[in-house]
């Protein structure tokens, strides 16, 4: 099945792992500011230049690799990341009000059933999956109506970037 034919049909895609995000991104290297509040507003910068470089950088190289292969016409909008789990995410939700129609999300670290972080997707009313991500694991999701997620409060830190894009 085809990474739009699972879109369609779930809302989201497990890609596997990609251990080149890693590599490239190198997240220990870094200090993520504002972690609970992600990209709002709050007059700090929460990423800083060097590492704004390197995750635009893998948010190109997503974008080359799965993007448009499926969309051609397809743009890369931003990228976020943050340490933790916000109340907000917390419950089944989707992300239709944002502006872009796919993204990706990128774990920096590994979960675990007895320390939560899970990823849970829902379709079609009552059809669920949830997934303990691993350092790597790669996510596609879409934003089109009806199809849900949601993520798992966690102990441990949870460190994760989103990727979106415009289709």
């Known amino acids: 099945m085809t990474l739009k034919e699972k879109l369609k049909e779930v809302g989201y ?3 596997g792992n990609v251990p080149a995000g890693l590599d490239l991104v190198r997240l220990d290297d870094h200090r993520l500011l504002n972690t609970e509040e992600r990209a709002r507003d709050n007059g700090e910068k929460d990423v800083d230049v060097q590492l704004t470089n390197k995750m635009r950088l893998f948010g190109y190289y997503l ?3 799965y993007v448009k ?13 943050w340490d933790g789990v916000d109340k907000d995410n917390q419950g089944w939700h989707t992300d239709t009000f944002e502006d ?3 993204f990706f999300l990128y774990y920096f670290d590994d979960t675990a059933e007895e320390t939560g972080g899970s990823i849970n997707f829902k379709w079609d009313g009552d059809c669920e999956a949830s997934y303990q991500p691993k350092k790597g694991d790669l996510f596609l999701i879409s934003n089109e109506r009806g199809f849900w997620h949601r993520a798992e409060d966690t102990k441990i830190q949870r460190r994760v970037a989103s990727f979106d894009y415009n289709i």
């Open 100 to 102: 872009y129609d796919i």
């Open 13 to 15: 895609a497990y890609i």
């Open 69 to 81: 292969p499926n969309w051609p016409e397809a743009s890369f909008n931003k990228f976020l990341v």
């Open 63 to 65: 974008e080359q690799e």
